[in-house]
Every structure is written in structure tokens, then in C-alpha cells.
């Protein structure tokens, strides 16, 4: 087994991890690449070969210092994400460059994982600017971002580039296949997940995620009237508190993990505070993703009868086809259905800069029902 296993099949990556394995290494990195082509798994396979006690630069997977760090949960490793729409130069002076002067715990190097760097204010890139210019022996920086040109020159210059491709969707079928998911069901994930394999692996690896997805299906047919909609709202803010609630329960376990790993010694506070820090910001991102994963479902909902108007090609939820031929053929409009998914787009877009959340939904459920009433569906199968 090794850290890059489920990645395979990801030429790029596979190149990136050649270049691992013939220790040409770099202090900082630079991954470009959509959100469907795994640049965040890359980065935590990155930090798990440079680190691996049994096989370095490889990455075996099973020892102790792999599984931790593919846990997100060893002190070496540091992910830095947005505090909100940016991340600031105060987090980057306290996150980065403070934690950067200090030597790893226990492990050969320390890793950032900066995710979506492309979020970094410019103030925050000439902060982070020096510590890439200058960086630690035993330091290495990753940067993650979809949207290279949000990035200064300087930063660019100063990493080593790897753009990531999306996976294709069958061979994410088929190494889902090969995990033992049943092909329908694989086939089904594949297309949904639009070549991002850690999201299918996620979906078809949780029930509960799966249990999720059928729920925001569900919404369009359910959005019958004002109260429906506000009561609708509530529900999907209740998933996704209680995802949060859920994950609460596993970083409980981190905590106590951390602590038998460090014991009393040095640093152990700063440890701790900064894994505090870090469950805090991936509380917000757990219930951010629940959300953004409901109004992506229910806008795929109404791209999908737009699509199938159109021929039917490039149709995503294909186990709810029968319901979506039936609002195919009702009398709801084509501008209507445009605008529920626009308006799923721009919420999901304000949750991003934190936005209101109960608030955020209300609105737009409301709007949904306003823009495609009731009375239009009027026959539809479900």
C-alpha cells in the first residue's frame, strides 16, 4: 500500500509522485487545479512521503506517522484555510511564519497546507513572500488554489508548479468498483462528483451522505408554498449543525490522540491551541459544505430538466430521471428554472463570504418558490 494509491489514475498526480519518490523536492509547491482534481489529497500524500518512517519519500500508508497525518491529525503538519472570505495577514504572520521559525515536533519536515491560497489578501502574500524566499531546512509549504491568476507573480515564481487534472469519470466508476461499490451505484457517484474521486469515495463511503443527497432531491417537489420553503430552510440548517455535531465527536478523539502523541513536553501548549484553532475553522467548513452541497443538489435538480429539454445528454441525477421527465413536460418555464439555478449559485456564493446562514436559506427558498411556482408542475410524476 502506499499514500498515493487512491490517487491513481490521475496522470498528474502520478507524475508528482514520481517526482516525490526520486527525492526531487522542492520547499514550496504550488497545485492548480479544479475542485475535482484531488489537489488537497495530493497535498496531504505529499506530506505523508515526506515524512513516512518506513518508506520515505513513498509514503507507505500504515505507519503511525502516515495514518496521522492522512487523518489530518499530526502536529507537523499545518492546514491553513479562510477565516472567512480572506485568509488575512494576521493568520498567515501567526499560522505560517511564526509556527515556521519553530522546528518539527517529532517528524523529518513541517508542512503548510495552504488551502485555496488564491484567498490570501495581497497583504497576506507579501507576509507569506519572505518565509517562501527564505524557508526552514526541515520546512515545506504547499499551495492549493483553483485560480492561478489571483496569485502575485512573486508567489508563483517562488514555487514549483503542478497543474492537476480532473479524473475521468469512468475510471472513477471503476476504481469505486474495484472498492467494492456496487457498479450502479458507482456509476451514479462518478457522474454526480463531476471528477472529484475524494468527493465520490466520500458520498458512496457515508450512508449518511447518500441519505443527504436524496433529501436535497427531494426539496423541488416539496417546495409548495411559503411555509413549505421556510420549513425547508430549517431542515437543511439542521443537517448541517448536525454534521457539525457529528464531526465535534471526532475531533474530541483528536484531542486525546495529540495529547498521548506530545505528552507534556516542549511546545505542547502551542500545539494545542493551534489544533484548536484548526478544529474551530473545520466546524465552519463542515457546515459550510452541507450547505453547499444542498443548493449544488437542488441547482444539478433544475439544470438537469433544462438538460433534458435539450436532449438529455449531460443529465447528472440519473436515479431520479422519471421525476425529472416529469417536470420536463409541465408548464414550468425555461426562465423559471434558469433562474433557480442562479439563485442556488448565488447563495451558495454568499454562504462563502459568511453570509447569514438561517437567513441565506430562507431567502432562498422563498425565491425557488417564486421562481418556479407550484401551479406550473401541475402532473408532474415523483
Known amino acids: 500500500m502506499s499514500v498515493w ?82 485568509i488575512l495577514v494576521d493568520q498567515i504572520r501567526e499560522s505560517v511564519i511564526a509556527e515556521a521559525t519553530r522546528s518539527p515536533f517529532e517528524a523529518t519536515s513541517k508542512v503548510f497546507i495552504l488551502e485555496e491560497a488564491d484567498r490570501m489578501n495581497p497583504a497576506a502574500q507579501n507576509a507569506l513572500l519572505k518565509t517562501l524566499e527564505e524557508p526552514g531546512p526541515a520546512t515545506m509549504f504547499i499551495l492549493l488554489s483553483a485560480r492561478e491568476e489571483e496569485l502575485l507573480e512573486t508567489i508563483r515564481s517562488r514555487c514549483r508548479v503542478i497543474h492537476l487534472q480532473r479524473v475521468p469519470e469512468e475510471h472513477i466508476a471503476t476504481v469505486l468498483q474495484a472498492e467494492g461499490i456496487a457498479t450502479d451505484k458507482a456509476l451514479l457517484a462518478a457522474r454526480v462528483c463531476e471528477g472529484d474521486l475524494h468527493r465520490a469515495r466520500s458520498l458512496t463511503g457515508s450512508g449518511r451522505a447518500w441519505e443527504r443527497r436524496s433529501l436535497w432531491l427531494s426539496i423541488p417537489r416539496r417546495l409548495t408554498s411559503p411555509v413549505d420553503g421556510l420549513d425547508l430552510a430549517a431542515e437543511i440548517v439542521n443537517e448541517a449543525r448536525e454534521a457539525v455535531r457529528d464531526r465535534e465527536m471526532h475531533q474530541k478523539d483528536e484531542v486525546v490522540e495529540l495529547a498521548e502523541a506530545l505528552g507534556e513536553g516542549r511546545g505542547t501548549t502551542s500545539a494545542r491551541n493551534a489544533l484548536a484553532k484548526r478544529h474551530k475553522r473545520e466546524l465552519r467548513r463542515v457546515e459550510e459544505a452541507v450547505l453547499a452541497e444542498a443548493l449544488d443538489t437542488m441547482g444539478s435538480f433544475y439544470r438537469d430538466v433544462l438538460a433534458l429539454r435539450s436532449g438529455g445528454e449531460s443529465v447528472t441525477n440519473l436515479d431520479v430521471l422519471e421525476e425529472l421527465g416529469g417536470w420536463a413536460d409541465s ?43 407550484p401551479d406550473s408542475r401541475a402532473g408532474v410524476r415523483s
Do not use: Y
Request: charged fraction near 20%; aromatic fraction near 2%.
Open 5 to 86: 494509491d487512491p490517487l491513481r489514475g490521475n496522470l498528474s498526480i502520478e507524475s508528482l509522485a514520481r517526482q516525490m519518490s526520486a527525492d526531487d523536492l522542492a520547499h514550496s509547491w504550488l497545485l492548480l487545479g479544479s475542485s475535482g482534481s484531488d489537489k488537497g489529497a495530493a497535498a496531504v500524500a505529499m506530506a505523508a512521503a515526506v515524512n513516512c518512517e518506513v518508506a520515505p519519500m513513498l509514503g507507505c500508508g500504515d505507519c503511525s506517522t502516515c495514518l496521522r497525518i492522512l487523518r489530518h491529525r499530526h502536529p507537523d503538519v499545518h492546514h491553513v484555510s479562510p477565516e472567512g472570505t480572506f
Open 331 to 373: 408548464g414550468v418555464s425555461d426562465l423559471g428554472l434558469l433562474a433557480a439555478v442562479e439563485r442556488c449559485v448565488s447563495a451558495r456564493s454568499a454562504l462563502s463570504k459568511n453570509a447569514n446562514v438561517p437567513l441565506t436559506m430562507e431567502t432562498t427558498m422563498l425565491e425557488l418558490t417564486e421562481r418556479v411556482p
